[in-house]
């Protein structure tokens, strides 16, 4: 049981701990610490303007520099940090700041934004949910936006909520053929923050299953799930907050790189970051609530089991001291006191009356005190 | 049991939940979700000034065309969002940014409040107790207010809280007929404040009676139906919290489209939003407070299980032993010493008046404790 | 009981939640509603200057015209609020703007101050001690400012806490007669804030009992207690929280209503109204830990409960097993082994003697526990 | 017991709410009202410059009016509030404005900076630790400060610490014969700030006590040792906030009085400040988190007691069964199958022996769950 | 036991109250108080430029005077704060302020910048995980920053982490040798900011570790750790609170001593202090509830425990009724109602049939309700 707890405990806390990441105190600032389990960089490149449109993987990240010229909008995204190599050949591709290649491949970097005049960076924090079990995957995104150009660096290849920003780049759904870089990477930033719904959403049904389960049922599979809700959602805050602010210096900034018309879309963006916090403090307060009654419902539940006890108790311990009473061996014949109830002719019967007396007159108090009932309750549910 | 709490839980927290409605990460911003079950929209109009007054079902949105441009105040009220077709016409008469479109169909929009420079976006949520049972619907009202309309769009037609203002515009009470659809305006927004008070009248009811019941006959029902007042009392706040932002940025940002005398005004009702928050955060502390009382009680209630039984078994367990050990079967004619007062002549007697005085002695100790008068106030409740 | 109980909390808590009234969502603003219960007004008229001083009811709202453009400073206590007629002519003889009528008789308005360039409108909450029982009353006051005269308003003739600046008028103690009206007002205002520390002193005292209560004997009504002194606290915090704000922009806005001097003055009220509200704060934390208190005693009676029942049983249950086994009827002629010891010459004695050294040595083993002195303790309290 | 107990609580907690003095509302501002307890004024005289030093106690306020002109600086310290006479004549000699004195006399005012051109009124709170037992003594000191000279008022004679003050003036420790009033102002200050330390570190010493004890044996004394720490930790909060506002505004307002130097030091004075808020906060939360602990352990105890009673109980009462079951009079002769263990040759030994077996079996049972472990560990502590 | 506790707690708690050293109030400012137990101060020097790099231990404060004129980078370490007479060499050969030499020694003091025109001061707190067992050094660092020189100023020469920055410097890597003071300056802050990491990821594993244990198997060395934990986070809050206020007045106050490019790097280290806040927030905030969740574990246990002695008890006190019931001796031979069972042919067996009934009926009605299940599975943990 315990190991199996353990197990349990390991395979769903693991991606709650691993944003706690960091580089070793005392490390040069701008040094790249690949970690060794990273996944090799997958590299894609979409370039689109509004008639023309390529999407196809490259193999070395040089491979982009003849679109990047171009009045065409380039996409380059960098699926995985596994190359130290590659990684700094993007960094000279793309002439990235040092500092910026140490906060793009160190993953436990607060959300935030960075503006180096002809780039700016932005570092947000993705969440997947899981297709099975709870939790979700969290992963760190970078987006570098240029003048014609978007680069993108995530953490995995695997999850990601770009699906349908690429979809309606390929169909040329909407406007977002006919925009620049900026509106593709509101676009991408947009999704990422409504990428926290559906996470959300979830947690939402959970906290209702568990509210149920608490008052009905309580377990201690119960406790932990709760427990387990109300860490998670703290790490769903911790990446939220930072993000408002970041998508917040974005509008506030007015970095050139960005036109008015992504503004009044970034406010928007802005206003669904707010909602998303919103609902992780509620749910927070709920999770923290469902403590206090689980708490309160375990007591009840004892109590229950307490006046059973009692109940049981209290009405066969006089009875049998009345039995024990009647088998005293005292001897009725060395005098007329010694129980003589033992040869009265109606003996029995009268002793079996009075505990059936006591017995009734103790149950007939219990059901005034409607202990009875509220006992039997627990029985019906 | 399980099944009717499940259901009960279902048809209370429904309309709880559904404000978590949002949109897919990577749709198209602007696009116009419809949700299936919306009911189709039903389009009122009011068209008023100081001596004339129209009221009329349009079956079209194009229909209220020949008013829009008039001096008169135009009210066009929309009630459902049930229909792309009609949502997309309206936004073509009145000429609607496509993003104001969005906000006004996804119906879990937070309150805010838009300028456009020629119109005024205020989206609000409006609550309305619901006539039977606790709880409260919820629903989002997007007014657009114009130089001489009002637009609102409300999610239903079933319930509002404009009652009051179509009243006195038909019966041209107050000084509204004179004033212009800022003035309306500002009187929907305070409608919907000042609906906030009976839903919360409600609560501030449901605790008093909590109050009694937690203190008085604790039981499982009471700690789920406190545990339900702080989850709506935590969606009120929710509502009335970005609420009081929205009318503060409207008198902050003094918009050409309204008035200085609507300014005075909105100050009242922005009193009134505070009052509301003030009110949701005294019946929330009060609502978590109830917690602890109703854990404090349950935990009162095992106390007189528990002396009960310790009494009954302290008096009635040592009263056996004695019962139990005359009636050991030690052979009295092999040894004088082998239990004696089995023979003598007032063995008996004496035997039952050593039990009695035990259980005299030690119900004497208990009284003294004070456990035998708490133990009976339970009874007494 | 329960009728008891409920009776109690209702004649409690009305004054709690009678604040709570509200007028209906979709009224005109500015409609006075006129509460069927309030006692109808009785108006008082105090008119001095350094040398002249009249006190006078009046009986109609018109009488005090000819006072109000002299020179002389005049206070128009107005109590009770059940007449629309005389509220009504009160409003034309102070040209009262329609919100400020509305604002006076709506009887939960926040506490706040407004700036009519000729008036000033300040909305006050005065609370005083109950003579009998715990509680306190609490009443909205409005004080209208003007050049040379003072309106107040109260909500009802019995309770308040001026008597010491009429006190001070008629027996002209200390600087009051020699200054305008603006000190009258801060010299209501001040009275009204330093009302809040005999309110509060009480609950000190209060809190005071209850601690030792809590610690010494815990029952149902001292939880009651507890949970009804937070809930007071939560009144007076809502009261004095806005009123602090509204002394604060009094002070802050520099009306021309308030001469400089009047200025320092009210910044002595405020230093009272924040501590006033240090110590509401104060007490509500100490109240909230009493709760924390409450439970933990309540556990630690539960503890010294179970610990009495585990010692009477530990003893008890053994010894009765062990005369139980004497009591069973082996037939000692079949076989030497069935029960020899009944047939013992010292067996009585001996089995008495085993069962007296169970019971010592389980005594010594709880003495050493330190179960009965700790049990003890309860009793010698 | 119990009268122990209030005698004990009075005796700690007088001090705790005696700053809870407050002037009856209504009452004239500037009144001085003197407490009939507070003892007789003591006035203390310290004239000193570079060269000259003159320490002596003068027996009427007047005495002091010729150090006052002189160049050097001259300390005149007031020890007790009790009599109006005394301070009156004070205020003449001094100059004081009307609200000062009152200030002074008030001795529940919030500490606080009032600065009037030519004086400064610094009003702070001064804590001196016990010499026997916990708690602290708390005591207002005003500072009047002049061009020349500083006019000190404390609430007693007994305690104060400004000891190391007068050693250094005395003896011509450091800079401060060099220095000015404003000197010498910064001086007290920062020794009433740095009197804070003490006390808190004993309140650290005492929470560390507290935390074994609640840990290792924890008792209702502990319960209301931690409530007292809680309370009295509040207390020291109060003092210090306002304390460290009214220091900030000493430095902020930049007083002429104040010259850049001491602005400096104050500046370190301020850091004191907030260091003492720090300890403040965290020992309340450590506090606070003792009473979760406290809960806690008691439950655990509790646990532990039903453990044993639990075990002793299962063991005992099957046995006890086995043995009624043979301890039954059915009769023997009538039929072969009534009892016929009774007649056995290994009867006894058999029935003895497999009541063993379910002792033993039973026992395992329990070891294997772990719970005569635990419940030994409790016996070893 | 009592006392091994006390030793442990002593042993980890000594150098969390450490720092609540403070200098005795009263003492003259500037005064520089030696702590007895200090270790004697060791002074090191490196003085580097691109090309030059000498590094070795001065024996006298002097000796470092010839450094400090040149154009090359002077790092001068001092470890150890025991002598009076160094330190104060070392005032006068860096010329420092008094109060700083104050500042510096007094090793309680909060983490801050200030500014003296042409030197810097900025204290710090720096945290070295423990080799064994948990918990952590905590150790002030005073940093004095001049134009071409850095002093250092540590409690202890035994823990630091400066080695990184050291070997950087020594082995040339990166950009240090190429840049002034002020980035050796940056680069210690970092470390030291960084250095919170490691102790954090370890509170990280213990909480983790914590949580399973309070959910299997709780104890109260469990309670212990979890309360140990929260102390020691506290402080960790204290420590990294005042540090990032300290590094954003470094960034905001543009002293002249720190270049642009230098002010960079300090806004992603103070990024880093902000993402260690988050960290402690955090773990606070998991610490806090785990607490909850022992509450909650403890009581379940208790539940499972009562469950137990329920269904034994409610099985066992019926049987050994009706067993009692049997061993009653009345005369069977004086009436034929006197228990003639006992001379019935199936007496015995039939009896045996009547308790084997109840039994399995009473365990029947007890599996319906789920208790059997439950009380299995703590078995099986």
């Known amino acids: 049981m315990i190991r199996k707890l353990r197990r349990f405990a390991k395979a769903v806390t693991k991606p709650s701990y691993k944003d706690e990441f960091y580089h070793y105190p005392g490390t040069i600032p701008g040094t790249i610490i690949i970690d060794e389990n990273a996944p090799p960089p997958q590299i894609y490149l979409m370039d689109y303007c509004q008639n023309n449109f390529t999407h196809q993987r490259l193999t070395a990240p040089e491979d982009c520099v003849p679109y990047l010229d171009q009045e065409s909008v380039t996409w380059v995204d960098v699926q995985g940090l596994g190359s130290r190599d590659v990684l700094e050949r993007l960094g000279r591709v793309f002439e990235l700041p040092p500092l910026v290649l140490e906060d793009v491949v160190n993953v436990s970097e607060r959300p935030k934004t960075e503006d180096y005049d002809d780039q700016l960076l932005f570092i947000a924090r993705m969440v997947v949910p899981r297709e099975r079990g709870g939790g979700f995957y969290s992963e760190q995104v970078s987006l570098v936006l240029g003048q014609h150009y978007l680069l993108t660096i995530q953490e995995e290849p695997e999850h990601d909520c770009f699906g349908g920003v690429r979809t309606r780049i390929e169909k040329a759904k909407g406007i977002i053929r006919r925009q620049g870089a900026d509106h593709l990477a509101y676009a991408l930033i947009d999704a990422i923050v409504d990428g926290f719904f559906p996470v959300l959403e979830r947690y939402g049904e959970e906290l209702e299953d568990l509210e149920e389960e608490v008052i009905v049922s309580p377990t201690r599979q119960t406790l932990q799930k709760i427990y387990q809700v109300r860490r998670e959602l703290l790490q769903l805050r911790r990446a939220i ?54 708490l309160s419902a375990v007591s009840n539940k004892m109590n229950e089991v307490m006046k059973l006890l009692t109940v049981v108790s209290s009405i066969f311990i006089p009875l049998t001291f009345v039995a024990g009473i009647y088998g005293m061996n005292f001897n009725t014949e060395k005098s007329p006191y010694n129980m003589p109830e033992l040869n009265w002719y109606w003996g029995y019967p009268l002793c079996l009356g009075v505990m059936g007396a006591i017995a009734f007159g103790l149950l007939f108090l219990f059901w005034k005190r409607g202990w009875l009932e509220n006992s039997s309750t627990i029985n019906r549910d």
Chains 1, 2, 3, 4, 5 share one sequence.
């Open 241 to 294: 907050w930072p993000q408002r602010d970041a998508i917040n210096s974005l509008i506030r900034d007015r970095s050139e790189l960005i036109s008015e018309e992504v503004q009044i879309y970034l406010r928007d963006c802005y206003d669904h970051a707010v909602q998303v916090m919103d609902m992780v403090e509620t749910y927070r307060e709920l999770a923290s609530g469902l403590m206090d009654v689980y």
